[in-house]
């Protein structure tokens, strides 16, 4: 497995400091960032998944604890929107260039609106998909936010 992805190049381009871990993906959990949390020994409060979505017909991401489910209606006003529906996993592959278990916020093909839970910035520390599956970057929410020019918004149901 590389440690360097598209997401990790991201991450270095913007200065960011960050740590790389990998773990045993195991491609028939039922949730996979829950399945990272417990492999890497983490509460799911500080794993956050990367979910793809769309508001208003447009491309959005998404970044909240693993442990814990978007709502719509939340998402769709974090981006000042009426509705919001998750997107197919076909779609979002095509659109950030990442297999679904292994979609990262950074470095994807096409930049879209990124929103990230804002209860999530209350850590130290949180990991988020690296860009490949079983390998998540540790780093400071605040610095994955500016990374990614993310709006924080309360978006966990």
């Not at 197919?88 to 990262?104: C, F, M, N, Q, W």
């Amino acid at each position: 497995m590389s440690k360097t992805t598209r997401a990790t190049q991201a991450l270095a381009k913007a200065g960011v400091s960050f740590s790389v871990h990998i773990y045993d993906y195991d491609p028939t959990a039922e949730r996979v960032g829950l399945q990272a949390a417990e492999a890497l020994g983490e509460d799911p409060s500080r794993v956050l998944k990367t979910l793809m979505a769309e508001v208003d017909g447009k491309p959005v991401c998404c970044v909240v604890p693993s442990d814990r489910e978007v709502s719509m209606k939340r998402l769709a006003s974090a981006f000042r929107g009426k509705s919001a529906a998750m997107m197919k996993p076909a779609d979002a592959e095509r659109l950030t260039g990442y297999h679904v278990g292994g979609i990262s916020p950074f470095g994807q093909k096409k930049l879209v609106p990124t929103a990230i839970e804002e209860a999530a910035l209350s850590e130290a520390q949180v990991y988020i998909n690296g860009g490949q599956r079983g390998l998540q970057v540790r780093l400071a929410p605040g610095d994955a936010k500016a990374a990614l020019r993310a709006v924080a918004a309360p978006l966990i149901a």
